[in-house]
């Protein structure tokens, strides 16, 4: 039995149809970017790769090519021992390197001999790559997007996990940035994916989405961190239905209080961050953060950050980039427990499809008042 080639469209349409995605680039190659869901089994790993790479480039591609044999065949048979000897016969993976050659090919023929019903991508990563960008072009504008507004600290986050929660599309596009979107956004020990990967997340969201359904959607910049949001999708989401989520000062603080509570028990880190805002909000200005920040009262410098910077900059933002934001209904909460987002999310239900095809009747106003915008 031989592979079975497709090419990369085909490859991705079928995604999710395989048993198994296999991609056997080096470690990282891997970690800059593969197909969701991807299992890494390297037929080469990093310093083989440069080694059978550094042979053919300075010494002789002959003595590469046996090189490179010996290592990935070796490399094979230990996949093979340590993953697939509890595999039946009717498992299916496809499979894809860089380009579609050697790496995948050689993987391929040995499964594929084996019995296995093996797919091999055409082109390889390189082409999945391009049609997958060409579909973050199309994608965006087949979906309508409905945006959940509100100033930092309002709830945003838990409104989306909330409306998932509840059965509908979202694209949280800051879980797949690992960063909240602000100069305080990234975790403290975390890392943000690159750029490539951030694309293949969103991507793998959009592709799964119903187009006759609403899609929920934070605001966002077009940066989130260090990642740029694409942007013909940052461009959609801008054109999208807005919905307000107010809460009030004193509870966002609480709320933020709780998000960023690894970030406050890091005095010099959160004092490193602010750095960045002096040419922005002024040296007056960042001593008096740092001071609070040293007394303790983390409480007071949320509430004066909050007014005197992320309040300004939300507004400002809005106003200029969601086109109707102006016009937008707004949604009250009244607590940050579960159940007051929760009803809030319902309240947002009966906003995007009409209160005669929500999931759930509005909640009582005491947690969750829609207001006209």
């Known amino acids: 039995m031989n592979p079975r080639v497709i090419d990369a469209a085909e490859a991705l349409q079928k995604l999710s149809t395989f048993s198994a995605v296999i991609d056997v680039r080096s470690p990282s190659e891997f970690a800059l970017d593969h197909m969701p869901g991807a299992l890494s089994w390297p037929v080469l790993d990093d310093a083989e790769r440069a080694e059978v790479g550094t042979l053919y480039t300075q010494v002789d591609p002959f003595m590469a090519n046996k090189r490179g044999a010996a290592l990935i065949a070796r490399n094979i048979a230990n996949h093979i021992e340590a993953h697939a000897q509890d595999l039946p016969k009717s498992w299916a993976p496809l499979i894809y390197c860089w380009r579609g050659g050697n790496r995948s090919g050689a993987m391929a023929h040995i499964l594929a001999r084996i019995g296995f019903s093996v797919v091999l991508v055409q082109g390889g990563y390189r082409a999945l ?43 949280d596009l800051e879980a797949l940035a690992r960063h909240r979107g602000s100069v305080l956004g990234l975790e403290p020990g975390q890392t943000q994916p690159s750029q490539k990967l951030f694309e293949t997340g969103i991507w793998a969201a959009l592709s799964s989405f119903d187009p006759r359904r609403p899609v929920f959607v934070e605001a966002e910049s077009k940066k989130i961190g260090s990642l740029h949001v694409p942007d013909v999708l940052m461009t959609r989401m801008r054109q999208g239905r807005c919905i307000h989520l107010e809460l009030d000062t004193p509870l966002r603080v609480e709320l933020l209080l709780a998000d960023y509570a690894r970030l406050s028990l890091d005095p010099p880190l959160l004092l490193e961050r602010l750095a960045s805002l002096r040419a922005l909000r002024g040296a007056e200005t960042i001593s008096r953060w740092q001071e609070q920040i040293d007394q303790g009262d983390l409480a007071t410098f949320t509430t004066d950050i909050l007014r005197h910077h992320y309040d300004p900059s939300y507004l400002r933002s809005m106003s200029n980039n969601f086109e109707h934001f102006p016009a937008a209904p707004v949604v009250r909460l009244q607590g940050i427990d579960a159940l007051a987002f929760d009803r809030a999310a319902e309240q947002v239900i009966a906003a995007a499809y009409g209160p005669a095809q929500a999931s759930s009747p509005p909640a009582a106003q005491t947690q969750a008042d829609v207001v006209s915008g």
């Open 129 to 171: 790559r391009r049609d997958l960008r060409a579909d973050l072009e199309r994608l965006p504008g087949q979906l309508p997007f409905h945006v959940i507004c509100g100033r930092t600290g309002s709830g945003k986050s838990r409104l989306l996990q909330a409306l998932q929660a509840a059965g509908e599309q979202v694209l």
